[in-house]
């Protein structure tokens, strides 16, 4: 739908840089917390449970992520999915690329602004290569074991390629600061870092245009002592990127920001005043290793084992990338409740229906994409799967389908879930890679995108959030198409 | 069947489930008391 003198903006690509960092699991929240407490050799048991590069890359859930499968493939993998690796499975695929620990390393090492990284004098041969063949010239500060033990002394946070012995140490950059702590800088430069390569892998993929705006939407919290939360990695990312990037700022709003992001940067494309906004992310260090207790306990590798980085092109109309109908798009509004049939009639059935559309009538519905194989040993259920039913029950209500048809509207307008757990990146956003590739050169019409946040856990409110929208074939893609068919 | 009435409540919410201000909302009606309200997030 185009409105005279509005630029009608567009989604041209999605990709997602897959890091396997099994070392940078120790200092996940839950396993850094829990492994301070155990006296019975809890940190050998999640190292021994690790999984390797390869295994990571063979994962069949993390071939969806690539884009070399599609979701709906999932469904006929017996599960768990690690027992069924892909054979000769590609690191790297339409939805972007793995990039195994020693690499990621010496990406964090051309991101160390501040110079805070040191690494271990005597490193493994696979890291040296690494160093020299992605640091960028940065320079490499090494140390002995004796001067990294008194860093960690002195709270530097270690970071570790399997093995017992650190390979590095960031130190933190203030004594007293509790903002600038290395376990925190830890994560935010793992966010930077993570966010840069999704960046520079669409540049690469994409440089006609010069990107007007970055729109950061992870979760992390940059700043000191005196704005906690208040920095803007969206910059620090664009920084690492070659050229000039204009601008950048960070949208918040817990899992839901990558949503908010997209509708921020559709509206600057639609207002004229960008022709080019790049929503970007980095990955959730802190849930690394959230729900290693389900997988010891199931006998699973330690599965959130991967950080993940993305990089989404909004441009202005380009004639056949999927449009982003934002007079279809939704925000929770406070007052409309947190209960999920409450989220899911204010997000998808209340924009269908003000534009006479039903929820049948979208194609598929891309939720909270959690990969079930990481939450159900944890107790956590399978979230897609719950989301997808309460649409399901929407829909049965509201008198489009009847109640016994719920499983076949879950099927053909769902999909298992495939995401890490990796908190804002989750959020509906893997499924895009899928979602261009059907809108352009498949035969799908139009998906939802909805994303839900915990605001609650924050403390500040007792309310959730969420965002909703709609992204659709392009009309002009169509018409080309129609003539081409006759 | 539990009465609710007089009882007093503990609300444990799940995001993605059942929230805790839908739990609240329902023992409250059936005369409870609820001393405790709180939705987690799982993921």
New interface residues.
């Given amino acids: 739908m185009s409105v005279e003198g509005v630029v009608q903006p567009v989604v041209r690509s999605a990709v997602f840089s897959m890091v396997h960092v099994p070392g940078i699991v120790l200092s996940g929240s839950k396993p850094r917390r829990e492994i301070v407490h155990s006296k019975n050799g809890l940190r050998q048991q999640i190292v021994s449970n690790f999984r390797s590069f390869a295994d990571a890359v063979a994962y069949p859930p993390h071939q969806v992520m690539l884009g070399n499968l599609p979701p709906e493939a999932l469904s006929q993998i017996e599960r768990p999915w690690h027992l069924h690796p892909m054979p000769n499975a590609l690191p790297e695929g339409p939805g972007g690329r793995f990039i195994d620990e020693a690499t990621f390393y010496a990406w964090m090492a051309r991101g160390d602004c501040a110079r805070l990284l040191r690494f271990n004098g005597n490193l493994p041969p696979a890291m040296e290569t690494a160093l020299a063949a992605h640091a960028n010239g940065a320079k490499i500060q090494k140390i002995d074991k004796t001067a990294m033990a008194d860093a960690i002394v002195n709270g530097a946070e270690p970071f570790f390629m399997g093995d017992t012995n650190p390979v590095g140490v960031l130190l933190p950059a203030h004594d007293e600061d509790e903002s600038l702590m290395a376990p925190v800088l830890l994560e935010n430069a793992a966010a930077k870092v993570t966010g840069a390569i999704a960046l520079l892998d669409l540049l690469k993929k994409y440089n006609d245009l010069p990107v007007d705006h970055l729109l950061g939407c992870g979760e992390e919290a940059v700043g000191d002592r005196y704005q906690r939360g208040g920095g803007n990695l969206a910059k620090a990312i664009g920084e690492m990127a070659p050229g000039s990037i204009a601008g950048g700022t960070d949208v918040k709003s817990f ?1 839901a920001g990558g949503i908010h992001a997209m509708l921020f940067g559709a509206a600057l494309i639609a207002s004229g005043m960008h022709r080019r906004v790049v929503v970007v992310a980095g990955g959730s260090l802190p849930k690394l290793g959230m729900k290693f207790r389900g997988h010891l306990q199931s006998g699973y590798p330690i599965l959130e084992d991967v950080l993940v980085g993305v990089a989404i092109d909004l441009t202005a109309d380009d004639g056949i990338s999927p449009i982003l109908r934002l007079d279809c798009s939704s925000f929770h509004r406070l007052g409309q ?4 049939h409450q989220m899911t009639d204010a997000l998808s059935a209340g924009p269908l229906y003000a534009h006479h559309l039903r929820l049948s009538d979208v194609d598929r519905y891309a939720v ?1 994409l ?1 990969n079930p194989d990481i ?1 159900e040993p ?4 399978n ?1 897609p799967f ?2 997808y039913q309460i649409l399901a029950a929407i829909a049965a209500k509201k008198g489009e389908i009847k109640r016994e048809q719920m499983p076949e509207f879950v099927a053909s307008h769902g999909m298992p879930g495939f995401s890490p ?1 990796q ?1 804002h990146i ?1 959020s509906a956003l893997p499924y895009l890679p899928h979602a261009i590739a059907g809108l352009t050169t498949g035969t799908m019409k139009r998906v939802q995108f909805v994303a ?1 946040a ?1 605001l ?2 924050g403390r500040m409110t ?1 309310a ?1 959030d969420g965002a909703s929208l709609l992204i659709e074939r392009n009309p002009s893609l169509i018409s080309h198409q129609q003539k081409k068919g006759g | 069947m539990i009465d609710l009435k007089d009882k007093l409540v503990l609300c444990l919410g799940e ?8 739990l609240q909302a329902c023992v409250e009606s059936a005369g409870a008391e609820v001393i405790y309200a ?2 987690q ?3």
């Fill in positions: 899992c409740g947190s209960a999920a909270e959690h939450t944890a107790g956590s259920g979230v719950n989301n757990t908190g989750a839900k915990s609650f856990l007792g959730s | 995001r993605d489930g059942i929230a805790a201000p839908a709180e939705t997030c799982f993921v």
